[in-house]
């Protein structure tokens, strides 16, 4: 439990600190820092039960876009100061790394393998992305039905 504290810490932090290094403005620092955390802890989470690392990293960027929509709307500010920060714990950088120097070193059945999980973990993340447009996309259209059914119903009302 202490471990998984400690990561979330860690993950905040570099999340703004990558903020910080893409020029993020400062008043959605601390809220790309947030939704980071709470997508590695979906992440962590999907992980500690053993569902796979591209379910995981599914489930962690369908959270980031869906958060970062939401943190957007709320700040005034462009969606890609929210998603990009937050997702830098999800980035296959280790297996991609592993990949190019089994390459090197002449392993290229091992190469193979990390490609393929470099290319899973990509393509799940990218359909996260993809779902969680999805989502919002819905949940406007049902704001915007509801809101509307609303003023119809009430239009006479004069309190309102």
């Not at 059945?109 to 999805?134: D, H, K, R, T």
């Amino acid at each position: 439990m202490l471990n998984l504290i400690m990561d979330l810490i860690l993950t905040y932090i570099g999340t703004v600190t990558f903020g910080i290094l893409l020029n993020v403005p400062r008043r959605g620092l601390n809220i790309g820092g947030w939704i980071g955390a709470l997508s590695f802890l979906f992440y962590r989470l999907c992980m500690m039960a053993n569902m796979g690392i591209a379910f995981a990293n599914l489930v962690g960027a369908l959270i980031i876009g869906i958060l970062s929509m939401q943190a957007a709307r709320y700040k005034k500010m462009p969606v890609i100061n929210f998603n990009i920060p937050a997702l830098v714990p999800f980035v296959p950088g280790g297996q991609a790394y592993q990949m190019v120097k089994n390459f090197a070193l002449g392993n290229v059945s091992e190469a193979i393998s990390f490609l393929l999980q470099v290319m899973i973990i990509s393509g799940s993340i990218a359909f996260g992305f993809l779902l969680a447009e999805m989502v919002n996309r819905v949940q406007a259209r049902v704001m915007l039905a509801l809101s509307s059914r609303w003023r119809h119903e009430h239009r006479h009302n004069p309190r309102l």
